[in-house]
């Protein structure tokens, strides 16, 4: 399995801010049996991508925490259902209605503990904290979107709203080639509503984008900063149960001190050799 590229992981950049306080330890045993160790230079102050403007959190972490309503297929480079099963413009692009799979279960972990499956209020909530400034979660952690406020993209999504559980419904200004593509991209990752409420009750508003909940294949089990990262396997993805029990990414060297983990058979898997 030992390599320089992974296609479970795709490489990526660094952040230069502070890391922040980490979740208690959760470890399933020995990595070596149940999965495999990923070695790259980074750090993370979010877990959440819409807050992230690059870096480990969107290129590595997003697609194994959370989903969005579309993905990219990467051999066509066509747009694909991804938590949105279908979609529909009535209007020529300036109404766009997503249909919402059913059973889209969120991750359990030590923090939440989820009562429903994904519905229409996570999407709703996850879009109207950003493109709305009024939103009570929007000044949270920040009012700062970095690729949604460098697209302007609040500027044009009129609205967001639900019409039933399993059906959302975005209202543009005016049709945008673009819009469906932007969905698409791991800064759009659906939250859980339900756990955003949680949060406000107890007055811990800022865990929501430190201890993450979404719906992706892996969960934070936990994360020691400037050392590693371990992602548990979410046994009740929508999309089958994934093979391996965890992923320990590992931050702990930069440079050749990476390559000679690679070497040595501490790493599994390196991003960027020096």
Known sequence: MRGILSPFLAT????????????PAESPGDIRQSGFVYCVNGQVNTFNPQKAGSGLTVDTLAAQLYDRLLDVDPYTYRLVPE??????????????????RQNVQFQHTRWFTPTRALNAD???FSFQRIIDPKHPWHNVNGG?????????????????????????EFRLRQPDASFLWHLATHYASVMSAEYAAALERSGDQEEL????????????????????IRLLRHDAYWRGKPQMPQV?????SGGTGRLSKLLT??????????
């Open 122 to 124: 996570d999407v709703v």
């Open 248 to 252: 320990v990414i590992d931050l702990g």
């Open 209 to 228: 984008d430190r201890e993450p909940v979404g719906t992706g294949p892996f969960r934070l089990g936990e994360y020691r900063a400037g050392q590693y």
């Open 12 to 23: 990526l950049g660094l952040l230069s801010v502070p890391a922040f306080a980490a979740p």
């Open 144 to 168: 700062s979107y970095p690729y949604f406020d460098s697209l302007q993209f609040a500027d044009n999504v009129r609205s967001v709203r639900k019409l039933d559980n399993r059906t959302v």
């Open 83 to 100: 938590l949105a099963e279908s979609w529909e413009t009535p209007d020529d692009g300036i109404t766009w209605r997503f249909r919402l």
């Open 265 to 274: 058979g501490e790493c599994d898997v390196l991003a960027w050799p020096a």
